[in-house]
């Protein structure tokens, strides 16, 4: 007789024979921290977001995606002619993108598929899409980023063929619809003649930001290129402003095979959302990679150069724009420090451009100036400059509300040449600067020249400068100036022609008529004049500020943060602290304060309260809501 075991091997060895072609028992796999992060991914191995696999699996289609993708393509509008569901749409876009994808190498053939993606997830998006029912539907984000990834290719193709500025051309994609394309359209802050290029923001990673300015929407971000020297505003060298691209689809009324297209350029800094269909979207927004894009390329001289001479570098000096002017703007001037430019100013702009109180409300000017001539001097520029930017807006008749808001922000010597700007010199300056015999002194220049150092000397606040923020300031001089360093470098400075020409300058025609000697020019640089023991230091130390404005103090300190005392490593505390600020925040920085975040922080904290003194803007204060009571505050806190 058998075993009960003899019975049984037959009959597990045909179990065995049966299960051999079939998959492996359903289990699980531990993972890492590293995979653990992945969870929930939208997106599987081969490119495609896992509702796609799934569909395509149930079909019995996953094959027909790598052997027959314009098969597939068919097959899926097919399916969805037949049951119009949203997923099914939303799956055809997503089967569009990746092949595009795939077929990169190619562009004649990945633009049909990328036109494909464009056109379903825009149809998705204006007519099938029902945000009020479906408020965190992962579906409707996952086409968002295939529209918008799908329109920077097509993008990128029109772009190389250069064809974004035509209209009439014909596309057609890879499911067969032909598209036709209108005259783009342009809904940006300058004319389009007065850009050179346009370029994707994805196509570029910005380096060395602490913060990165962007927010989640519909379309692809831009980096507009502005053409050099317009006659509108002034730009800094290489200027960009940031854009969004949205591509715009209108079936044929009787054939539904023939599509209009339509590129549209949106303003990021003034357009926060889109129409499509019934919904109003939000646009994504990137304002740090156009920023960086325009401090990628070397000024064209460099600090040092800019600094030792400024007639040299004259090019370089006066009030930029970072952005088109705006009448319902306060505008924010930012003024550099010693051996510095405008783009010392790009992290903090950066990062206050990500606030949208601020970004609504506020317009960020720069002041370039060679740090290398006296801050009076180069205070009379930026007086001037902003003077005939007032005096511009009277004659034209645009309003001036937001224009007389106005607020400052010095850095190091910048503060210097700000706070001139809310003091009234009142002849606290003239006489003793240029001794007892000032008026004989005056007689001895031209008129032209006579004018030139009573406006220096003898100035007044401007009425629209509101608030002054000083960072790391040098109110009562730093010892560097008087270091080896210091004076080799006030020695290498070439002073404008407007000061030393020979015969004709202010300095020289006072030396020619024996009211100064040769070597007292030396002493009249930028670097003097942040000598403690300075004349001209020390009597701006004495002139009052404007009753009214309010101006606030951020002080570096190497060691410590919040403790009053210390350096920065160039300027002390002592020489950086004024009395009368309405704030003082002291930072854990070396010199560069202007640059650090919790500085930065202080900034916008300033900005929203300077918006709050005015009714007319409306800018919320953040309320803890009452259900959480106040033990729970005192938890979150």
């Not at 064809?163 to 994609?173: Q, V």
């Not at 990165?212 to 971000?221: D, M």
């Amino acid at each position: 007789m058998k075993s009960a075991a003899g019975y049984l091997l037959p009959i597990v060895a045909a179990a065995l024979l049966l299960s051999a072609g079939c998959s492996h028992e359903i289990s699980v796999t531990r993972v890492g921290s590293r995979d653990r992060l992945g969870y929930g991914s939208v997106s599987t191995g081969n490119g495609l977001n896992q509702n796609t696999a799934n569909l395509l699996a149930n079909l019995l289609l996953s094959d027909q995606y790598e052997e027959n993708p314009e098969g597939l393509l068919l097959q899926l509008q097919k399916l969805f002619r037949n049951e119009p569901r949203p997923e099914h749409l939303a799956a055809m876009a997503d089967v569009a993108l990746n092949l595009g994808l795939r077929f990169a190498s190619d562009p004649d053939r990945a633009v049909g598929y990328h036109l494909a993606a464009a056109l379903y997830s825009h149809t998705y998006l204006q007519l099938l899409d029902r945000p009020g029912e479906q408020p965190y539907s992962e579906e409707r984000v996952g086409v968002m980023r295939i529209y918008n990834a799908a329109t920077g290719e097509v993008f990128l193709f029109l772009r190389q063929r250069n064809l974004l500025h035509h209209k009439g051309y014909r596309l057609t994609t890879a499911g067969g619809q032909r598209v036709t394309f209108q005259a783009p359209e342009f809904r940006l802050p300058l004319s389009p003649e007065s850009y050179s290029d346009f370029l994707l923001c994805a196509d570029y990673q910005p380096e060395n930001l602490t913060h990165v300015s962007r927010r989640f929407g519909l379309g692809a971000p831009l980096i507009c290129r502005v053409k050099p020297h317009l006659d509108e505003v002034r730009f800094t060298d290489n200027q960009t402003l940031p854009a969004t691209l949205i591509l715009q689809f209108k079936p044929g009324e009787e054939n539904r095979r023939e599509v209009t297209g339509q590129l549209a350029f949106f303003d990021s800094r003034n357009c926060d959302e889109v129409q499509l269909g019934r919904n109003r979207i939000p646009l994504e927004q990137d304002f740090s990679t156009p920023l960086a894009y325009m401090a990628h390329d070397p000024l064209p001289f460099g600090y040092l150069e800019y600094m030792l001479n400024p007639d040299k570098t004259v090019r370089m000096q006066g009030l930029y724009m970072f952005e088109p002017y705006s009448d319902d703007r306060i505008p924010v001037v930012l003024v550099h420090g010693l051996m510095s430019n405008a783009r010392t100013w790009m992290q903090m702009i950066n990062t206050l451009q990500n606030d949208p109180d601020l970004r609504k409300h506020y317009q960020f000017w720069g002041f370039s100036y060679s740090s290398g001539n006296p801050v009076l001097y180069s205070a009379q520029l930026l007086r001037e400059d902003l003077q005939a930017e007032a005096d511009r807006l009277q004659a034209t008749g645009r309003p001036v509300k937001m224009f007389n808001r106005m607020v400052l922000i010095g850095h190091s010597m910048g503060g210097l040449l700000s706070k001139t700007l809310i003091m009234n010199a009142e002849n606290r300056l003239v006489e003793p600067l240029l001794g007892d015999n000032y008026r004989e002194m005056l007689a001895s220049l031209t008129a032209e020249q006579r004018d030139f150092v009573t406006r220096m000397m003898d100035f007044k606040a401007l009425p629209f400068v509101q608030r002054v923020v000083f960072i790391a300031v040098p109110h009562r001089g730093s010892e560097m100036a008087n270091s080896a360093i210091g004076r080799i470098g006030a020695s290498l400075i070439e002073l404008p022609q407007s000061l030393v020409q020979r015969g004709e300058g202010v300095i020289g025609n006072l030396m020619r008529h024996g009211w100064l000697q040769p070597d007292n020019s030396k002493f009249q640089t930028g670097i003097d004049n942040l000598d403690p023991n300075n004349r001209t230091l020390q009597l701006l130390e004495t002139i009052p500020f404007r009753p009214g404005v309010p101006y606030h103090s951020v002080i570096g300190n190497q060691k410590e943060a919040g403790i009053p005392g210390g350096s920065d490593g160039i300027v002390p505390y002592a020489s950086s602290h004024l009395d009368g600020a309405v704030s003082e925040l002291v930072v854990k920085s070396d010199h560069s304060a202007q640059q650090n975040p919790l500085a930065i922080r202080e900034i916008r904290r300033i900005l929203l309260e300077h918006l709050r003194q005015y009714p007319d803007i409306q800018v919320a204060t953040p309320e803890l809501p009452e259900e959480l009571g106040e033990g729970a505050a005192e938890h979150a806190n």
